[in-house]
């Protein structure tokens, strides 16, 4: 694409002598790389965006309002794409976001699909995802952090840095943490290689809107908060589903009575996970299913044997053995 050669290492000083703001580095777009494109249509087939935003309102259940954002986005995208195309753009759009919500609502899935999006729209070069934490960011040590930093930017530049639980990054209770070291040069590489890298910031909503209030900085720079919301019962029982279906696996009528009730005890205990909750559960569902057959070792198993969860394969697990409140 439009990319010059990225001299990633020593961010501080990367600001390239040809695009040394991000609004010459628009006006540099905005006269060399027209597309050609001139309607919405013409842009959304060329980029072949549809097909991911359709495959994501097919393939994830529910997440509503995360859709209905992704949508705008791109629409957004697509619009600024045809501004570009007429030299009209002003400056580059921010893309930087936050995704907050409980563990297992889809928050990572969906920033693969973004990361896809931006990738076909022109905003970023390859697509691609890195994800990490903390520890992949913070060294231990004086001076091991801005080259740990670094290395993951570079790693992620051209794609999507998705930094799960960020508000790790700050420990204000600690005064010399170097976690404000890491922030510090992501703000910088935020605002100046905006145009080759996005940054996606998620976890729990109230601490990652602590972690804001206490940096203006960051929030500023966070142009889209996207909210995921907690799956309702029927939405964990329909992404079971989903999940047995893509491995070639089903419950039979008794199972599917004993997961729905599994799910409604489930979700009231500890360290609930929303989907990745029931990605487990089916895991062990199905390694019990395997022993049940493996005890038999001479019956014929047919293909309905082998890809069938049965009732006790369900209610054998230990969310229904712990006392009711
Ligand atoms: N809406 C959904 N429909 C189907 N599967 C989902 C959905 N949301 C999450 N999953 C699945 O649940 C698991 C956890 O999702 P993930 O994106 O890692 O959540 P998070 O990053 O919010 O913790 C993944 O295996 C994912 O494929
Ligand atoms: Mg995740």
Redesign the pocket.
Known sequence: MNSPAYNLPGVKNAQSTVNDTPERALSAVGKTDDTGERTVAQVLAGSQVTSILDELDKE????LPVKTRMRDIAALLVIDRLRRNLGLASTAPSLHMSFT?N???????VAMRMAQILHRLGYVRSGHLVAVTRDDLVGQYIGHTAPKTKEVLKKAMGGVLFIDEAYYLYRPENERDYGQEAIEILLQVMENQRDDLVVILAGYKDRMGTFFQSNPGMNSRIAHHIE?PDYAPTELSE?AG?MLTEQHYSMDTGAHAAFEKYIQLRMQQPHFAN??SI?NALERARLRQASRLFSQPDKELSAADLSTLCAEDILASRVFQTPRP
Request: hydrophobic fraction near 35%; proline fraction near 6%.
């Open positions: 994830l259940v529910g997440l919500g563990p297992g609502t889809g928050k990572t899935t995921f992404i989903r989907a990745r990605r």
